[in-house]
């Protein structure tokens, strides 16, 4: 259910009372509603609520709106960072079982490590989140899954077999650091873009970047395609480097 404040504030009180007892009730817990009847708290609540004014015309209305609340300077870097974290995600993902068979690794296997190293990593986001704040994760994140998209690219280049089994160590190490610092940036990006912008922004804020993205994401296929078609697998390693470096440069604006 929706939240006791967000019920309140649209003068839904009967539900904002209901809200409260089952909260109450998981909880174990007992609150000020238990000493009145719904009946009387909703009464109470409607003679103590201000009136609602009506908002100005064109008032919190989708980009206008987030532009108002921070510039385009705040609002156009965020903006870039969700593409570029969405071109760099799908891109290397959509043709990695060729990339890493390619280079003469065992591709399901790497993956399989790849997928099982997000859990560690959504993990360590929600720690850092809370201990060293919202951007301050999101730019060592960036920084050490661009460290381990540079060992990917350095191991790919020195073409790994079997014989030659400190590269492909290295490439599958490497492969699966990005993964594991790339992902949990999308947990970052979906807990910071909200908390950005007021209360009544949020939602449109959080929707707004996140429709961006996805109409982004479709060009990924594309781009992705032509970089692997491009040449040596490094080449394919190193546009994704390249793309989550300056990701991580733009958090530092």
């Known amino acids: 259910p929706e939240t006791p404040h967000y019920l309140a504030s649209r003068r839904r009180f009967g539900e904002a009372f209901d809200t409260l007892q089952m909260m109450a009730a998981v909880n174990g817990a007992t609150c000020q509603a238990d000493a009145v009847e719904k009946e009387d708290f909703v009464a109470q609540m409607s003679a103590a609520a201000a009136p609602v004014e009506p908002s100005p015309r064109d008032a919190y209305l989708g980009l206008r709106a987030l532009l108002q609340v921070h510039g385009l300077r705040w609002t156009g870097v965020l903006a870039l960072v969700w593409l570029l974290q969405t071109a760099t995600y799908w891109g290397f993902t959509l043709f990695l ?67 030659n089994w400190r590269a492909a160590a290295a490439l599958v190490i490497g492969a699966v650091g990005v993964y594991m610092f790339l992902i949990p940036i999308w947990a970052v990006l979906q807990v910071l873009t909200p908390e950005a912008y007021p209360a009544p922004l949020r939602a449109r804020a959080l ?42 440069f733009l958090c530092t604006a």
Do not use: H, K
């Open 207 to 248: 929707g707004g970047f996140s429709a961006l993205q996805a109409g982004f994401g479709c060009a990924s296929p594309f781009l992705s395609a032509a970089a692997i078609a491009g040449g040596a697998p490094w080449v394919y390693a190193l546009i994704w480097t390249a793309l989550i470096f300056c990701n991580g």
């Open 97 to 163: 079982p060729r990339f890493l068979t390619e280079c003469g690794v065992p591709a399901n296997l790497t993956i399989f490590f790849m997928v099982l190293a997000e859990l560690p990593g959504g993990v360590a986001a929600s720690l850092a989140m809370d201990r060293v704040g919202r951007v301050s994760t999101l730019r060592w994140f960036l920084a050490i899954a661009c460290c381990f998209a540079a060992l990917t690219t350095a191991a790919a280049s020195a073409a790994p077999t079997r014989s």
